[in-house]
């Protein structure tokens, strides 16, 4: 008995050790694959942008074009709106349709488009083979950012170079890729490779057209309401924005719902997607800029920086990396890791400045809006995007194809 007791607990122990060394193994390979995912990340940012245009740079385009651009949710929708109008300034033909085309082919069959524009998630399952496998149709995705990606479980949690499901249906299905985090450009190319596909890609920002609007009055914050994400949606941020909505002259746009919180005379409505959200940043002239902890992770801002400066406003943001970076001085900014009181405290005193020195303030907003004219329009995009247009059509031109490229 004495010896059965004894050899189970040999047993008891062996197995603990063996616990003990695959945790410690597990944690290792975590450990090691973090430090080579970073590594990814981290040399894919230090490509410039202007490296990937270097294939399509001499290619001729013509001066009109068809497109079908469908359209997804929120920020993705303006900023396909956006597209559609500095398009059809160069008079170019452009259709917008809502997350689908299952229905419309023979509408779009009739209407002939150069490319089509998928973005995001939207919907393919389901569209009439005539659009996919029509020899002139060219099919250009815009994906998220990698790391929204991962979370929809669209690459294998232990090596971001595998695609899944849904993500590696896109990436199989697209003939070209348009993608807004530049700093990703280059894992895409790594993807695109262990998929055996040619990689054509250009960045494009979610940014609104060029203008030549006069600097605005700075009278009070706007603030579009972010209710999609937990960082703005946290008891902290809502503080924050209560704070300075009893205390400094504000309007606040978006969902009613996730808005109620505040007090009566400060919601203004939900704003039309596209360039109504131009007009009613100039309207109020101070703009609040904030971001989510993915654009934070993702080290890439949202569409807002880009409206804001595009509106010629004098601009009050959190410390988004790409903001500092490219628009220095030309904003102020308030610290979005601070406490509830002290972002508040940070905001009341920018906003009391601009109201005590608006030609100053005013100062700020046009070095801005020069920053977005030469940096960031999406009418610089639209030539990209139709560069690689043409290149891919010269590739598959140079194949003697009898039938429609398929990868």
């Given amino acids: 008995m004495q010896l059965n007791r004894l050899f189970s607990k040999k047993i008891s122990l062996w197995v603990l050790w063996i616990i003990i060394v695959l945790g410690i ?12 995912e970073k590594k990814i990340f981290e040399d894919s940012a230090k490509i410039p942008v202007e490296f990937w245009d270097e294939k399509y740079k001499d290619m001729p385009i013509k001066d009109y074009y068809k497109v079908v651009y469908v359209v997804y949710n929120g920020g993705e929708y303006s900023a396909a709106k956006y597209f559609q109008y500095a398009a059809q300034k160069k008079g170019w033909e452009i259709k917008l349709y809502y997350q689908s085309i299952v229905g419309k082919e023979n509408e779009i069959l009739n209407f002939d488009p150069d490319f089509i524009i998928f973005p995001l998630l939207t919907y393919t399952e389901g569209v009439d083979s005539r659009i996919k496998t029509h020899r002139s149709k060219k099919y250009y995705w815009i994906p998220m950012p990698l790391e929204l990606i991962r979370k929809f479980e669209g690459v294998d949690k232990k090596d971001l170079l595998k695609p899944q499901g849904w993500f590696k249906h896109w990436l199989s299905f697209a003939d070209g890729l348009i993608i807004t985090n530049v700093r990703q450009v280059d894992i895409y190319r790594q993807i695109s490779n262990l998929l055996g596909k040619p990689f054509n890609a250009v960045s494009m920002l979610p940014a609104p057209p060029a203008n030549n609007y006069t600097v605005a009055e700075p009278k009070k914050i706007i603030w579009p309401e972010a209710g999609w994400d937990q960082f703005r949606s946290s008891k902290k941020y809502k503080r924050f924005i209560s704070l300075l909505s009893q205390n400094v002259p504000m309007r606040v746009y978006g969902h009613y719902k996730n808005l109620l919180y505040l007090p009566a005379g400060i919601y203004g409505g939900y704003i039309p997607h596209g360039l109504d959200n131009i007009t009613a ?22 569409m807002r920086p880009f409206e804001a400066a595009a509106s010629n406003v004098i601009t009050i943001s959190d410390m988004h990396p790409f903001i500092i970076e490219h628009f220095g001085d030309s904003m102020l900014y308030f610290d979005q890791n601070a406490s509830a009181e002290e972002m508040y405290t940070q905001v009341k005193k920018h906003v009391d400045w601009i109201l005590a020195n608006p030609d100053k303030a005013k100062e700020k907003a046009k070095l801005a809006h020069k920053i977005f004219l030469e940096k960031f329009t999406v009418d610089k995009d639209l030539i990209r995007i139709a560069k690689m247009h043409e290149y ?14 398929v990868y």
């Avoid at 940043?281 to 949202?302: A, C, D, M, V």
């Fill in 25 to 36: 193994y597990i944690i290792v390979q975590d450990y090691l694959n973090n430090l080579r």
């Fill in 281 to 302: 940043i100039r309207k109020n002239g101070i703009y609040l800029l904030t971001h989510s902890k993915e654009h934070f992770e993702s080290n890439f801002p949202s």
């Fill in 392 to 405: 891919i059509l010269k590739q598959e031109k140079n194949m003697s194809l009898d039938y429609n490229l």
